[in-house]
């Protein structure tokens, strides 16, 4: 290929850019001196690359001649893949870094028969480790091993040992060590402050010096080491020589020489270490850290690094917080739908202003009966029955197995949040400020933040850790919406939930029973030719009409974008008020969300209403304030939420989409590559169990929502009545 031509190709390639030509020009050599077929191969990618960096285009293009000599073709796009992986991880360094040897950073994962995949052991390994934790982990790649305390981090393949099995027992062993980590609380504990003032000082240099922490994850590995020995024996005999020969005693480092000495206390003592009555212990750390000099200044090898793990205390701190929220909010509300109303003595309103009155000892009094006594459910497992106020309360196992956590994590019951759920009870505030049933507007404008990978279908893979989910709570409207909007659809409305009500129990006949609603024609037939053959008659001659609970949960995702402004809008939020009517007739859970926001770090969910909510006044003010605001980026709206409902111990889990149009943001995200990204969080959500449905408000179809959604994953709707015909017919298969 001549210069001309490849200058005319690359110019194409990257309008309306305009490249610098000094530049440019170094580049034209290197790629006419190598083939056409290659030359092609490396200007193929380059719309990939260009969008992301300019500068990592350059340098990518100035290796021509050395990939050609090393890189087959067929493994262009998945090497330029990883590029761009490392390029947003770590910048132009990482990038230049992975280009400097092809061969140790990239081919020889190709070229051994022993190299073991993530994506072969994950579906096995995510249970696995989710028993050894205790907790709904999962697994993904990550450039380093580390968890959060919800995922887990690991390379996505690994290649260190000659035989197949050795890596995939190193893999097993790398997972396990995180996971342990998860189940003892360690990051609790160092979150909390609840560890030795040596952890603390230590955590404290970590911003200032690098490497500052490997004293504490040495420490942790050789704890955690010796609990696994202990509580999972097996594993330990399988994997224990492959991690010892990683701290060969001949490469005399300050962490082979601290490692090889515990090894040689354990097997002189088989009970010394961490076992599993005592645990991970903090407290030996102080001691410990006195052996430590120099170890900061250790280089360590890859399969130490892999072993040690990493820490990202902020993230694992954020989740922490997050999850704490999230089991807070979902106890007062679910111990608030079972208490007495009278829990509380008297009106919250009417109550005297002094915390030592009558009615605020009452209430006391009552908050640590109802503490103590829920906490005795708990340890006790055959009794699930609360006495309160002379009534009897049965507590619900998902609340038992919530509060079971909550004490695991917290040490006890906090008295803040039955005292929550005691307020919520009674339709009041409690006086000690605690939230309860006005507890929305207390809490408006909490931030909780996320982040999602996103699809990038120029490369064929995802630009990981990409965009930042922020879930706030819209802030509560007082307005008369939602009774104009019933009053004003007040037909639409019965015949809506008249159609859904039909659907509020599945039937199914069941034949050939001993007792039932009607005769088995087909089981007397049979019957009548085994009496008359001289067999032994079946008494099983009936039918019966079994009536199936139904198990459904449903997430309503609404576009709050500004191209909502106008009928759209209010067409949009008409129909949320009248399918949260059909909702609350059929009995099913449902929570309400909607997004918008303007660019990947700011992409919005407005909490309107979770799965565990009542819908009250609270939630209808919340739909009330549904109203446009910026950009329609949804693949990252549509990612949180199906981890939602993937949490969410249902049969169906739905997530249905109202919006007007195609997905677009400020930042150039539009066009094919904003369909392809939201076709991909569409299908991942198909892989995990969701279905995902689109109602589109519009005045015409549009050709890309077959593509995006699927054939037959979307309906569009124009006038909103025709609403209750086409929602209740589509809810019903997509409940079947």
């Avoid at 761009?84 to 061969?103: H, P």
């Avoid at 509380?344 to 109550?351: F, K, L």
Wanted: aromatic content about 8%; proline content about 4%; charged content about 30%.
């Amino acid at each position: 290929m001549d210069r001309k031509e490849i200058s005319a190709r690359f110019h194409a390639l990257v309008a309306p850019s305009l490249p610098n030509e000094w530049e440019f020009e170094e580049i034209v050599d290197r790629l006419a001196a190598v083939s056409d077929d290659f030359c092609d191969h490396m200007l193929h990618h380059v719309p990939a690359v260009w969008p992301i960096s300019q500068s990592l285009c350059f340098r990518y293009l100035r290796k021509a001649r050395e990939l050609d000599r090393v890189l087959p073709p067929e493994y262009m796009e998945e090497w330029v893949r990883q590029l761009l992986f490392n390029y947003e991880r770590g910048g132009l360094r990482d990038a230049e870094d992975f280009m400097g040897d092809v061969e140790a950073n990239f081919l020889f994962r190709y070229n051994s028969e022993s190299r073991v995949a993530l994506t072969d052991l994950s579906a096995t390994m995510t249970h696995y480790i989710r028993g050894v934790s205790g907790r709904m982990l999962g697994i993904t790649e990550g450039a380093q091993v580390w968890t959060d305390t919800e995922t887990i981090y690991v390379p996505p393949e690994l290649n260190i040992f000659p035989d197949l099995e050795d890596n995939k027992r190193f893999y097993k062993f790398i997972l396990t060590y995180q996971a342990v980590l998860t189940q003892q609380r360690v990051f609790e504990r160092i979150v909390d402050g609840n560890t030795p003032a040596s952890v603390s000082d230590m955590l404290d240099r970590l911003h200032g010096a690098h490497g500052a922490d490997l004293p504490l994850r040495v420490f942790l590995f050789i704890e955690a080491a010796g609990y696994i020995r202990q509580a999972l024996p097996g594993l330990w005999e399988r994997t224990s020589m492959l991690i010892k020969s990683q701290f060969e005693p001949q490469a005399a480092t300050a962490v082979n020489r601290l490692v090889n000495r515990w090894w040689d206390r354990i097997e002189a003592d088989p009970n010394a270490g961490a076992s599993v009555s005592t645990g991970i212990s903090l407290d030996g750390f102080t001691r410990f850290q006195a052996a430590c000099e120099g170890l900061e200044n250790v280089s360590l090898s890859r399969p130490q690094k892999l072993l040690f793990g990493s820490f990202n205390l902020e993230k694992a701190g954020t989740v922490i917080t997050l999850r704490r929220e999230d089991e807070r909010r979902r106890f007062v509300n679910m111990l608030a739908r079972i208490l007495p109303q009278q829990t509380i003595a008297g009106d919250p309103a009417e109550a005297p202003d002094s915390d030592e009155s009558p009615g605020a000892a009452a209430a006391a009094d009552s908050v640590g009966v109802i503490s103590e006594a829920l906490e005795q459910v708990v340890k006790d497992r055959e009794r699930r029955v609360l006495q309160i106020d002379n009534a009897q309360v049965v507590v619900p196992d998902e609340l038992v197995e919530l509060s079971r956590r909550i004490m695991d994590d917290l040490g006890a019951l906090p008295v803040g949040y039955v005292q929550a759920a005691s307020g919520l009870a009674c339709g009041g505030r409690p006086k000690n400020g605690v939230a309860g049933a006005s507890d929305d507007t207390a809490n408006a404008g909490a931030q909780n933040e996320y982040v999602y990978d996103e699809w990038d279908c120029r490369r064929n893979g995802y630009r990981r850790d990409w965009c930042t989910v922020i879930d706030e709570e819209l802030a509560v409207v007082r307005s008369d919406f939602i009774a104009r909007t019933l009053q004003k659809h007040n037909g639409l409305r019965k015949r809506l939930r008249m159609q859904f009500e039909m659907m509020r129990n599945t039937h199914r006949t069941v034949r050939r029973q001993r007792d039932g609603d009607d005769i088995d024609l087909d089981a007397v037939i049979d019957a009548m030719g085994d009496a008359r053959a001289g067999v032994t008659v079946a008494d099983r001659l009936f039918v019966r009409l079994q009536r199936d609970k139904r198990d459904i949960a449903t997430i309503f995702l609404i576009d709050m974008s500004n191209s909502t402004t106008g009928w759209i809008g209010t067409f949009i939020k008409e129909a949320l008020v009248l399918l949260c009517e059909a909702m609350e007739k059929i009995g099913d859970r449902y929570g309400i969300y909607g997004f918008s926001g303007m660019k990947r770090s700011r992409c919005k969910l407005y909490h309107i209403k979770t799965l565990d909510e009542v819908y009250d006044e609270s939630v209808k003010e919340r739909i009330s304030a549904i109203g446009p605001k910026d950009y329609t980026r949804m693949a990252p709206a549509i990612r949180h939420l199906t981890s939602i409902l993937e949490q969410v111990d249902s049969k169906t889990r739905l997530l249905i989409t109202l919006s007007d149009g195609k997905p677009e943001d400020y930042d150039g995200y539009n066009g094919e590559y904003a369909i392809e990204d939201t076709r991909k969080a569409l299908r991942e959500a198909q892989g995990r169990g969701v279905k995902p449905f689109c109602v589109t408000i519009d005045k015409q179809s549009h050709a890309y929502l077959d593509h995006m959604f699927g054939v037959g994953n979307y309906i569009f709707i124009n006038k909103i009545e025709h609403l209750p015909e086409k929602m209740a017919q589509i809810y019903r298969v997509l409940t079947r």
